[in-house]
């Protein structure tokens, strides 16, 4: 069985701040780990994601997000904040378990920039 | 690549009618397709699986007769909400997967934009 908490169902930071979203999961098996955003009224889009290669992964729009075995960890950071970055950030976790790739979503966490 | 698109993007209908909602992959073969609900300010729910050719997969709670899935073709599934209610007012949201993309490994899913359905 797999599962992902998202600590935080919102995080406020200023815009040129540090980004940190956080993500803990649980799987059997070596997971595949993914960070999605969703902007308001439109399907998710792939940040980002993790298949066994490098622990740190970078992805789109300046994100990254390391993947920490001992920690159970996925966390999402991005040096400096855009006014452009405020979304809803899902983390998700999907593993071979039963024969699919199918993920399991964490609850989201809502990100706010202000001036 | 790997572009996910879905039709409506947004609906309004009677309470007792019929809606039907489309995905479709425009520039890859996706055998399998995912259905997804999202309530305001939560996360992703899985419906179902859509199977190319065959028949759809559903989760434990989710009423297969309610909710139609057909996967007719490589690049078209359809979710039809039949005898919708109010409680069905959602949004809905696609995905599916690219194994040219992952060379094979089907570990990334793709998202439609999403579907806003109204029951009024």
């Known amino acids: 069985a797999q599962s992902v908490t998202q600590l935080g169902s919102h995080v406020s930071v200023s815009e040129g701040a540090l980004v940190l979203l956080r993500c803990n999961y649980s799987?059997?098996?070596?997971?595949?780990l993914f960070w999605y955003v969703q902007y308001p009224n439109q399907g998710l889009q792939l940040l980002l994601k993790?298949?066994?290669?490098?622990?740190l992964v970078k992805g789109i729009n300046g994100f990254e997000a390391e993947f920490k075995k001992s920690e159970t960890s996925f966390h999402l950071t991005k040096p400096s904040a855009h006014m452009s970055d405020a979304a809803e950030y899902f983390c998700?976790?999907?593993?071979?378990?039963?024969?699919?790739?199918?993920?399991?979503f964490g609850r989201g966490t809502s990100l706010i920039v202000h001036p | 690549g790997a572009v996910v698109s879905q039709h409506p993007s947004w609906v309004i209908c009677k309470s007792g009618t019929s809606v039907k909602i489309e995905c479709r992959s425009l520039?890859?073969?996706?055998?399998?397709m995912f259905w997804y609900r999202q309530f305001p300010k939560q996360s992703l729910m899985l419906m179902a699986t859509?199977?190319?050719?065959?028949?759809?997969?559903?989760e434990q709670g989710v009423e297969k007769d309610k909710f139609l899935i057909n996967h007719a073709s490589l690049t078209l599934s359809t979710l039809t909400v039949t005898s919708a209610h109010p409680e069905d007012s959602s949004f809905y949201i696609c995905?599916?997967?690219?194994?040219?993309?992952?060379?094979?490994?089907?570990?990334?899913?793709?998202f439609g934009p999403g579907t806003r359905l109204t029951v009024l």
């Open positions: 995905s599916a997967s690219d194994p040219g993309l992952a060379g094979g490994l089907v570990d990334t899913q793709y």
């Open positions: 799987s059997s098996v070596p997971p595949y």
């Open positions: 993790y298949t066994s290669a490098a622990t």
């Open positions: 998700a976790v999907s593993d071979l378990e039963g024969g699919s790739y199918i993920p399991t």
């Open positions: 520039d890859f073969q996706a055998t399998t």
């Open positions: 859509s199977n190319e050719g065959s028949k759809a997969t559903y």
